[in-house]
T-cell receptor
């Protein structure tokens, strides 16, 4: 399976600021996703990061709040904009292989004060 | 009704026992099924894919029941290290996304 890294691993931010999370994969992948996981909850898909085009957002998530870049097949970023304490969560990127199996990065633990 | 449902638990099980839990899905067009394990403060990790014929990996057995629309995970001779949250995920085949259950928390006690 692909090796996936995320930066930063954690951060504490002030409300109103923005944070960009990076996801790097050690091989080219077509499908890359961004999830959010609140404490004790399951995974919520934010968007599918499409290479060379705009991300596909799930209901409840918008590009202005969560802009995503996917400049190539090994890298993506998710920005959490104008943060509020409700954005405190773990943000995970994942990649999918041809068998629809998904593999996750280690996550970014975000706390907004 | 949620698309994918799991009993949240926790399941408190003595070490060495056998434990099983299910995951039900609502869409009969679902085609691919997976069990993931998530340790506290870690990312989910693929435990096993679930095939129509069922599959086994050591102490773990996964089965699919299409008629009743659920998948199951059986853990035999449970170890303390099996304590984790087990997430099921389902793909309906019309797109590439996985639909996730909320997870079942398993606690193995000595």
């Amino acid at each position: 399976s692909a090796v996936i890294s995320q930066k930063p691993s954690r951060d504490i931010c002030q409300r109103g600021t923005s944070l960009t999370i990076q996801c790097q994969v050690d091989s080219q992948v077509t499908m890359m996703f961004w999830y959010r996981q609140q404490p004790g909850q399951s995974l919520t898909l934010i968007a599918t990061a499409n290479q060379g085009s705009e991300a596909t957002y799930e209901s409840g998530f918008v590009i202005d709040k969560f802009p995503i870049s996917r400049p190539n097949l090994t890298f993506s970023t998710l920005t959490v904009s104008n943060m509020s304490p409700e954005d405190s969560s773990i943000y995970l990127c994942s990649v999918e292989d041809l068998k629809i199996e998904q593999f996750f990065g280690p996550g970014t633990r975000l706390t907004v004060l | 009704r949620k698309e994918v449902e799991q009993d949240p638990g926790p399941f408190n099980v003595p070490e060495g026992a056998t434990v099983a839990f299910n995951c039900t899905y609502s869409n009969s067009a679902s085609q691919s099924f997976f069990w993931y394990r998530q340790d506290c403060r870690k990312e989910p990790k693929l435990l096993m894919s679930v095939y129509s014929s069922g599959n086994e990996d050591g102490r773990f057995t996964a089965q699919l029941n299409r008629a009743s629309q659920y998948i199951s995970l059986l853990i035999r001779d449970s170890k303390l290290s099996d304590s984790a949250t087990y997430l099921c995920a389902v793909n309906i085949g019309s797109n590439y996304q996985l639909i996730w259950g909320a997870g079942t928390k398993l606690i193995i006690k000595p």
